[in-house]
Every structure is written in structure tokens, then in C-alpha cells.
């Protein structure tokens, strides 16, 4: 029966969903970002369902200019926009504000987007 405990621990660790990449990598958003939609006054915006929201649409939140223009196209946050954002912000959306390195692994763009876009991750 001993001999059961650490294959337990394995098969434990060893199924870490896939998520866990991406809230390691959300960790460093979380000084300016939240995913809980109760949290207002953030440095940035709230991310809590952001997938299918409108771009620049949280409320609550006072955007750059190039966001608020890119707001009243109504273009929404979808999957491959936010992996394209990810890849490099500051090329998709010139002048905002937000100062954040390009993610250049997809591996890791598509964990933080899966993460992002689950809201059973977290």
C-alpha cells in the first residue's frame, strides 16, 4: 500500500492542467490586470470575461486614445486577436498605454490565452 503513495503523487502532478502555464504567466499581468469582476480601480483593466468583449469595453476603465478608437469599430476580443495582441501589443495597437514585452513563444501565448479564456482555470 506504501508503495501506492508516490505513484498517487505522480499521477497528481503529473496531470497539472495545461492551465497552470498560463496562470504562471498571468502572474506577472496581475499587478495592473484581475480576472475577478467584482475588483474595480485597477492600473489596467479588468480582464474577467474577456473573451467576445468588446475591445476597450470594460466600463470601469479609462483607455488610451488608440483603444477608445479602436472601441467604436465594436471589434471584439476573440481567441486569435488576443494571441496576436499578445505577440507583440504595442505593433497591434500603437501609443497605448500599456507597456508590456511581446510574448514571442505561441506555446506560451497559448497557454496565457487558453487561461484567459476559460474562466474554470482560476
Not at 505522480?10 to 492551465?19: L, N, V
Not at 475577478?36 to 489596467?44: E, I
Not at 486614445?65 to 481567441?79: F, H, K, S
Request: with cysteine; aromatic share 8%.
Amino acid at each position: 500500500m506504501v508503495g501506492l503513495v508516490p505513484a498517487t503523487i505522480f499521477f497528481a502532478s503529473g496531470a497539472a492542467r495545461a492551465d497552470d502555464a498560463g496562470a504562471k504567466l498571468f502572474e506577472t499581468c496581475r499587478a495592473c490586470h484581475t480576472l475577478d469582476p467584482a475588483v474595480k480601480g485597477m492600473a489596467g483593466p479588468n480582464l474577467s470575461g474577456l473573451l467576445r468583449r468588446r475591445i476597450a469595453g470594460d466600463k470601469e476603465f479609462d483607455y488610451s486614445p488608440v483603444l477608445r478608437q479602436v472601441a467604436v469599430t465594436g471589434a471584439v476580443w476573440t481567441r486569435e486577436r488576443l494571441e496576436i495582441f499578445l505577440s507583440d501589443p504595442e505593433a497591434m495597437f500603437p501609443a497605448m498605454w500599456m507597456s508590456s514585452k511581446p510574448m514571442r513563444d505561441p506555446a506560451e501565448r497559448k497557454a496565457l490565452a487558453d487561461f484567459l479564456a476559460d474562466p474554470k482555470s482560476r
